[in-house]
């Protein structure tokens, strides 16, 4: 089947470090990505890493994934108060001609 | 956002009336998707077109819902009649690029 999960809520510090997790389920994805939703807007593509990768840095985000375990998750270092959002995870799915699945989303709400 | 235009912004309507959604990217992207984002929620795809051609519309509620692709580049998403339950973010997309939006109600 097609599902993508993430926990619903976080909560960190300023400048503390922020990792938000997702598991998916089709083990066929070829693109797994992280979205950023900031409140009234569109999506915007934040990172996206290949199912053959381990790992992909980008200055202040980290991508890890797990394909075994199916699990992905999103490091944000030195988080600040313009990280606040909700992060989408999604997965493409060859099978279904690359439709993208997305999960509902962690809202990261930082505090001082 | 960059490349992918969608019209209008905004819209209200009073149920059962009808309504359609545009979305204008930019030229070259063979893959464009319609996406559903209710209050609270991840986006949920309705429709997948390639070039002119529809790849994937198993959740499109086709009783009430239509998207055409003219040319291969822009879309249209209509709805008729509306329900309440309509009431969401319509969101273009191509490849893994996401217009802004339209924030549809439905009274």
């Known amino acids: 089947g097609e599902d993508v999960e993430q926990s619903l809520f976080l909560s960190v510090r300023e400048g503390d470090s922020s990792v938000i997790n997702c598991t998916y389920t089709d083990s066929s994805s070829t693109y797994l990505y992280w979205y950023k939703q900031e409140p009234g807007a569109g999506l915007q593509l934040l990172t996206y890493?290949?199912?053959?990768?381990d790992m992909k840095q980008d200055q202040r985000l980290t991508v890890l994934l797990n394909k075994k375990d199916k699990h992905l998750s999103l490091r944000i270092a030195d988080t600040q108060t313009g990280d606040s959002a909700i992060y989408f995870c999604?997965?493409?799915?060859?099978?279904?001609?690359?439709?993208?699945?997305f999960g509902s989303g962690t809202r990261l709400s930082i505090r001082p | 956002e960059a490349g992918v235009a969608q019209s209008p912004r905004y819209k209200i309507i009073e149920k059962r009336q009808s309504v359609a959604f545009w979305c204008n990217p930019i030229?070259?992207?063979?893959?464009l998707y319609w996406h559903q984002q209710i209050l609270g929620q991840g986006p949920k795809l309705l429709i997948q077109?390639?070039?002119?051609?529809?790849?994937?519309d198993s959740q499109l509620p086709k009783d009430r819902f239509s998207a055409e692709r003219l040319k291969g580049v822009d879309s249209t998403l209509k709805i008729q009649p509306a329900k309440l339950e309509d009431s969401a973010v319509y969101l273009c997309?191509?490849?893994?690029?996401f217009g802004p939006g339209t924030r549809l109600t439905v009274t």
């Open positions: 030229s070259g992207h063979a893959t």
């Open positions: 077109f390639q070039n002119n051609g529809v790849v994937d």
């Open positions: 997309a191509t490849d893994q690029y």
């Open positions: 890493i290949f199912s053959n990768m």
């Open positions: 999604a997965e493409s799915i060859p099978s279904s001609a690359s439709k993208i699945i």
